[in-house]
């Protein structure tokens, strides 16, 4: 298995733009999970997903946040309007169970807004 | 007072040195305790956990947490180059709660 695959792995875009972060978990893994990590905050869960279902998202930060799961394959995370303080590398990870101890995480995506 | 502090470092050591990295946390509650280490421009890599009180060694790694104190560690003896990371300290109370992370300490091994 390739492992969890993120793109784009680098967006630099203006601020008012629209954003989608796009990700593909490892194959048979029920969770998804996005975080942000930035110097400030360090790593936080904005939302995971179970067999494609969002189940908690009291992470992400406000309204212009927004994921997707529309099959076991693939997922986004869209930001409308962007703005500069989005700035961050966002993670999606996949795991067999809830809070397993065998999380995987991808390669990251590192958003700039201007 | 943060839910869980690490310093942040950088900590720069030579090869062969003994490492220590420790994590404090505030809620009495956690059980469940873990390593992270993150390469620069990678995701976050599993490195080990414990679960409640004692010590863990796994290889040149071993983890050890007090949670009378709310201080857990991680030594890395006969440091490597390629230990050359930001770890993270992770931490959960029960089986059904989120993973809390530290911020990281980021580490330097200098051949």
């Known amino acids: 298995d390739a492992g969890v695959i993120q793109s784009p792995r680098h967006e630099v875009t203006e601020m008012g733009q629209e954003v989608t972060l796009r990700c593909k978990p490892i194959s048979g893994h029920d969770y998804l999970f996005w975080y942000r990590q930035t110097m400030m905050r360090g790593l936080e869960l904005l939302i995971y997903?179970?067999?494609?279902?969002?189940?908690?998202d009291s992470g992400m930060p406000e309204d212009r946040f927004s994921a997707k799961m529309p099959n076991a394959s693939f997922s986004t995370l869209k930001i409308q309007p962007s703005e500069p303080r989005d700035s961050a590398v966002y993670f999606c990870a996949s795991s067999f169970r809830l809070w397993s101890y065998e999380q995987y995480f991808g390669p990251g995506t590192r958003l700039t807004v201007t | 007072q943060k839910e869980v502090e690490q310093d942040p470092g950088p900590l720069s050591v030579p090869e062969g040195a003994i490492v220590s990295l420790n994590c404090t946390y505030s809620?009495?509650?956690?059980?469940?305790f873990m390593w992270y280490r993150q390469y620069s421009r990678k995701g976050p890599e599993l490195l080990m956990y414990t679960y409640s009180s004692g010590n863990k060694e796994d290889g040149r790694f071993t983890a050890q947490v007090d949670k009378s104190s709310k201080y857990i560690s991680l030594f890395i003896r006969d440091s490597q180059p390629s230990d050359s990371a930001t770890y993270l300290c992770a931490l959960r109370a029960t089986s059904y709660d989120k993973v809390i992370f530290g911020p990281g300490t980021s580490l330097s091994v200098i051949p």
């Open positions: 809620n009495s509650a956690f059980q469940y």
């Open positions: 997903f179970n067999n494609n279902v969002p189940i908690d």
